[in-house]
C-alpha cells in the first residue's frame, strides 16, 4: 500500500515568508508526527497528534512554528516569518493504533534564503 | 537534546564484511528503534525492540538491548554495497508518550 507521502519534496523561500508542508499519511494511521533534521544530525521531534488534536508540541522551537490536522488525516506543518536558521529536512511519520512502529515519509527539504 | 549516541560515528568496510554500530542512551525506555537512512531523506524502519526483550533477529539484521548498560548493538551480516546508508537509533519512552528522540547516527560505507 501507499506509505507516507510528503510535498512539496523542496522548498526554497526567503528570509521571512511564510510556508506550508504537507504531510499525507499511511491510510488509517491516527497517530502523526513531525520531526526536522538538520544537516550531519540526527531528527528531532516537533509535534505528535493522535487523531485531530495535537498531543504533545513540546519540540516546537517557538510560535513561528504551527501545525494542524482538521480532519485527522492530513496534515499541514506552518512556519511563519521563516529565518535561515529553519533550514532543514522536516520529516513526517504515522503510526498504527496497535503498533508502535513510525513509518516516514520522504521529507520536504526547505531552504530558507 | 538528543538521548542517543551512536559509535563510531562512521564506518568504512568490504563488501561481504559484517557491520556492527552501537548506540547508548540515557534514560529508562519503553522501545528502541532502529533506521536507516539514505542520501539525508526518508528513513526506512528496520527494527522495533522493546525494553524486555534482548535480541531480535530480520534477514541479515541483530539488534541487542542490555537495559542494565542502556545500550543496543547493530549487527548487519555479509553487507552490502546497497547497505551504505546512514543507520539511527530512536527511542521512546512511557513518560514523554510516542515521541522518538535520535541518535546522531552511523554513517555506514559498504566498498565493492
Same mark, same amino acid.
Not at chain 2, 568504512?12 to 533506521?35: D, V
Given at each position: 500500500?501507499? !506509505? ?25 494511521h ?14 528531532? *521531534?516537533?509535534?505528535? *497528534?493522535? !487523531?485531530?488534536? %495535537?498531543?504533545?508540541?513540546? !519540540? ?5 512554528? *504551527? ?6 488525516s ?13 533550514? %532543514?529536512?522536516?520529516?513526517? %511519520? ?20 | ?16 564484511e ?10 529508562? #525506555? ?16 528496520? #527494527?522495533? #525492540? ?25 549487527? #548487519? ?36
Amino acid at each position: 500500500g501507499a !506509505g507516507v507521502s510528503q510535498t512539496p519534496s523542496n522548498k526554497v523561500t526567503e528570509k521571512g515568508k511564510y510556508v506550508e508542508l504537507r504531510c499525507d499519511p499511511i491510510s488509517g494511521h491516527t497517530a502523526l508526527y513531525w520531526y526536522r533534521q538538520s544537516l550531519g544530525q540526527g531528527p528531532e *521531534f516537533l509535534i505528535y *497528534f493522535q !487523531g485531530t488534536g %495535537a498531543a504533545d508540541d513540546s !519540540g516546537l522551537p517557538n510560535d513561528r512554528f *504551527f501545525a494542524v490536522r482538521p480532519e485527522g488525516s492530513v496534515s499541514t506543518l506552518k512556519i511563519q516569518r521563516t529565518e535561515r536558521g529553519d533550514s %532543514a529536512v522536516y520529516l513526517c %511519520a504515522s503510526s498504527s493504533r496497535t503498533s508502535d512502529t513510525q513509518y516516514f515519509g520522504p521529507g520536504t527539504r526547505l531552504t530558507v534564503l | 537534546s538528543q538521548q542517543g549516541e551512536e559509535d563510531p560515528q562512521a564506518l568504512s568496510i568490504q563488501e561481504g564484511e559484517n557491520a556492527t554500530m552501537n548506540c547508548s542512551y540515557k534514560t529508562s #525506555i519503553n522501545n528502541l528503534q532502529w533506521y536507516r537512512q539514505n542520501s539525508g531523506r526518508g528513513l526506512v524502519h528496520l #527494527i522495533l #525492540i522493546r525494553s524486555n526483550e534482548r535480541e531480535k533477529h530480520s534477514g541479515r539484521l541483530r539488534v541487542t538491548l542490555d537495559t542494565s548498560k542502556k545500550s543496543s548493538s547493530l549487527l #548487519i551480516t555479509a553487507s552490502r554495497a546497497a547497505d551504505t546508508a546512514s543507520y539511527f537509533c530512536a527511542t521512546d519512552t512511557k513518560a514523554a508518550g510516542n515521541k522518538l528522540t535520535f541518535g546522531g547516527g552511523t554513517r555506514v560505507l559498504v566498498k565493492p
